[in-house]
């Protein structure tokens, strides 16, 4: 059975940080392209960051020398270092594993919430 289960959400100020944790579980992690994207209130979900079966990563613009993604495929799990949070990262964070990156999502997570007061 596969799951991912995220944690880590938090309410925080502007300018903390947050560091948020997928734990999968019931398929083959390391093959994965991982990535987590974000719903904020009222809007599209929109991809945060991405990280490549071979440690490659990728990030949307926005959140470009704020987040850092990584993964440690002997635990199966999946981080999301945030930093300088701002009141626009508010929002449903989730985790989801695509065979590669960009193919389209196989498996996500219930997601984990992200509140940034200013």
């Known amino acids: 059975q596969v799951q991912l289960v995220e944690s880590g959400g938090d309410s925080v100020q502007a300018g903390e940080s947050l560091t948020l944790s997928c734990q999968a579980s019931?398929?083959?992690?390391?093959?994965?392209?991982m990535t987590w994207f974000r719903q904020p209130p009222g809007r599209e979900r929109e991809g945060v960051a991405a990280?490549?079966?071979?440690?490659?990563?990728m990030y949307e613009d926005s959140v470009k020398g704020r987040f850092i993604i990584s993964r440690d495929n002997n635990k199966n799990t999946l981080l999301l270092q945030m930093n300088s949070l701002k009141p626009e990262d508010t929002a449903m964070y989730y985790c989801?594993?695509?065979?590669?990156?960009?193919?389209?999502?196989?498996?996500y997570g219930q997601g984990t919430q992200v509140t940034v007061s200013s």
């Open positions: 989801a594993a695509e065979a590669f990156c960009g193919g389209g999502i196989d498996f």
């Open positions: 019931g398929f083959s992690f390391s093959t994965y392209c």
């Open positions: 990280i490549e079966s071979d440690g490659g990563t």
